[in-house]
């Protein structure tokens, strides 16, 4: 039979068969390989990247915050210490759909509207791998239910905090100041890695200055997780570096005690070691409660310590600008002896005020009466201004400015807090700068007793009495004198002292005696603090006007408004050989130095030196 499908070209037909096999042999071989040379590029070239790729979908780092460290006074006792608790964060990356989230939670735990108010408000300036704070404080009743069911819930992390809070809060609200919540500025300054996880950071005081110290170092856990968020397992742990431990010079007693004796006042008090400047009491009055801010203090709140005509917020330690009144002359009477402007034993005559030749203005001396032949020894223990008056004209100003300078007035002493102010001290190339007309001999007298332009701080009155009390040589003041577990102790070494060059020791020696009978003289300004013979103080009273009274007007103290009356200021430093404390206080609109701030700073040494508390009798009115 006839074979229909026989091809009439056999040999075609073959040869045709044959090129498409070897086109699809080459197809396929193609094929092959680009998908091993695509193979080789992601398993061999990319390995990496793929490695990590993929490791980021299962594995993530997460930090561990640092414990902050304490802050103790100088016997141990806590000023600054933390409490432990546990927040609802919530990653924003991890969540797959943040409101069903947010409802579902709501429907487990209560979330209030502020609660949601604050975490839209975080999540502004927290990365999105980060957790934002949900809700603080969880109960232990909601931290099971949240563990339960948390697999319904994508990106929740329960959080362990540490809240900071503060003993003694009002005494030392200005020494250790306060932590709050990181801002956006602040965020743009740290160091983002090591703040993963904290919320807080140092505002003020020595919770600022010593944030990096205080703050640590933060860990960080490798943990494997599932596609809902939860841990698997744990790969790797770098363990936190908690934050150093810092120990300040002041001693809680003392501090307190400052605080009563200051109750109902507005002032500073502050004391120094003169040995190696150690702050032995820092206290601005009045304080305010610390704990307010450490989680956002209420609106509320905050407009009343900002609206208080008290300035509770205000740090006068080492901000407050007063005129130094007669704390100044011990300064000025030793640039007229130190220069041989005068001598110890030269007398002027005070009439009670004290005229510039051919000039009609009288510059008032505090007694009407005067006092009679005055010499140097006499113008300190009676605090005659004549004197100073007379003294500042000849010296004059550029020369006061120079001299005062070296004790640290009008300079910033550097002492470990942030925002100190420098105060001010006149001169006639100041004055020149600011267009006025040419500086007044006038302007000298006042300078020369502390009232007119001089504006200077209460840290640097009580640095200046410690240098003096030392004999002219200072140390960098400082509040911290060991940070642990370090075991770092922060002491002044000869090496680190500065001194003031002396020209003629007995020209101290009779400074420091005539300040002694400021105290120890029956007519001594402070004869009224002369009520134990334990130890012997060196001591000057101050008043300073708050306002100017013209020249025929007189001071009627009854009929002024109190926040009108006069300053009082006392300085002082005892014992008179090897002296321990060397002492500031100044109360606004205290009246009088003698009877307000004197007995102060009576009742402190009484009780650092002596360990004695003051009596109900010996409470300053």
Not at 441 to 453: A, F, H, M, S
Request: glycine letters at 6%.
């Amino acid at each position: 039979m006839k074979n229909l499908y026989k091809p009439k070209n056999l040999q075609y037909f073959l040869s045709e068969f044959k090129n498409r096999i070897l086109l699809i042999l080459l197809f396929i071989l193609i094929l092959i390989i680009a998908i091993s040379f695509r193979l080789h590029l992601m398993q061999v070239v990319q390995h990496e990247h793929h490695v990590t790729k993929a490791d980021k979908n299962r594995i993530h780092l997460k930090p561990i915050p640092p414990i902050r460290g304490k802050i103790f006074d100088r016997k141990g006792r806590v000023l600054a210490g933390n409490t432990q608790y546990y927040n609802l964060g919530l990653v924003i990356e991890r969540s797959t759909n943040l409101k069903q989230t947010l409802d579902k939670i709501r429907g487990i735990i209560s979330i209030s509207d502020n609660d949601l108010l604050k975490f839209e408000k975080n999540r502004e300036y927290t990365r999105a791998y980060e957790p934002v704070v949900l809700k603080r404080r969880l109960s232990e009743i909601e931290i099971a239910k949240i563990e339960v069911n948390q697999h319904q819930l994508s990106g929740i992390e329960i959080l362990t905090q540490h809240d900071r809070y503060y003993t003694h809060a009002k005494a030392f609200a200005h020494v250790t100041g306060y932590v709050g919540r990181i801002n956006k500025e602040e965020l743009k300054t740290i160091d983002k890695g090591n703040y993963m996880l904290t919320s807080h950071i140092g505002k003020t005081g020595v919770e600022k200055s010593y944030e990096k110290i205080l703050h640590g170092t933060t860990g960080y856990k490798k943990v494997e997780t599932n596609s809902h968020g939860k841990i698997l397992r744990t790969l790797e742990v770098t363990n936190p570096v908690s934050g150093s431990n810092i120990y300040l010079t002041i001693d809680i007693d003392l501090q307190e005690l400052a605080m009563r004796l200051m109750q109902n006042k507005r002032g500073s008090v502050i004391a120094f070691n003169p040995q190696n400047f150690e702050t032995l009491v820092m206290l601005s009055s009045p304080g305010f409660d610390t704990n307010l801010f450490v989680n956002g203090i209420s609106h509320k709140e905050y407009n009343k310590l900002r609206d208080s005509i008290d300035l509770p917020l205000f740090n006068r330690a080492i901000n407050g600008k007063y005129p130094p009144g007669s704390v100044i002359k011990p300064f000025v009477g030793l640039a007229g002896l130190e220069s041989g402007l005068i001598k110890a034993k030269d007398k002027i005559r005070c009439h009670g005020y004290y005229q510039i030749q051919n000039t009609k203005h009288k510059f008032r001396d505090w007694k009407r009466s005067g006092h009679g032949y005055t010499d140097m020894q006499k113008a300190i223990a009676e605090s005659c201004d004549v004197y100073f008056f007379d003294l500042a004209y000849n010296l004059g100003i550029d020369q006061i400015k120079a001299y005062v300078n070296l004790f640290g007035f009008g300079k910033k002493t550097n002492i470990d807090l942030p925002h100190e102010s420098s105060g001010f001290i006149p001169s006639k190339e100041w004055k020149k700068k600011q267009q006025n007309p040419e500086w007044n001999p006038g302007e000298t007298l006042n300078v020369g007793i502390g009232q007119g332009k001089l504006q200077i701080t209460p840290i640097q009155i009580a640095y200046a009495t410690a240098i003096l009390a030392n004999y002219g040589k200072s140390y960098k003041p400082t509040l911290v004198y060991r940070i642990s577990p370090s075991a770092q102790t922060k002491t002044n070494t000869e090496d680190t002292a500065k001194k003031i060059a002396i020209k003629d020791i007995r020209n101290w020696e009779l400074m420091i005696d005539a300040m002694q009978k400021v105290v120890h003289s029956n007519r001594g300004t402070a004869h009224n603090i002369n009520v134990k013979d334990s130890y012997k103080i060196a001591g000057k009273t101050g008043t300073a006007q708050v306002f100017t009274v013209k020249q025929n007007q007189k001071y009627d103290e009854k009929n002024l408004d109190a926040r009108l009356h006069d300053h009082a200021l006392f300085i002082a430093f005892a014992p008179i050989t090897e002296p321990k404390i060397a002492i500031a206080v100044i109360v606004e609109n205290g009246k009088h130095g003698s009877t307000t701030a004197a007995p102060i700073a009576r009742s402190i040494m009484d009780n650092y030196l002596l360990n004695i508390l003051p009596t109900n009798n010996d409470q300053p009115a």
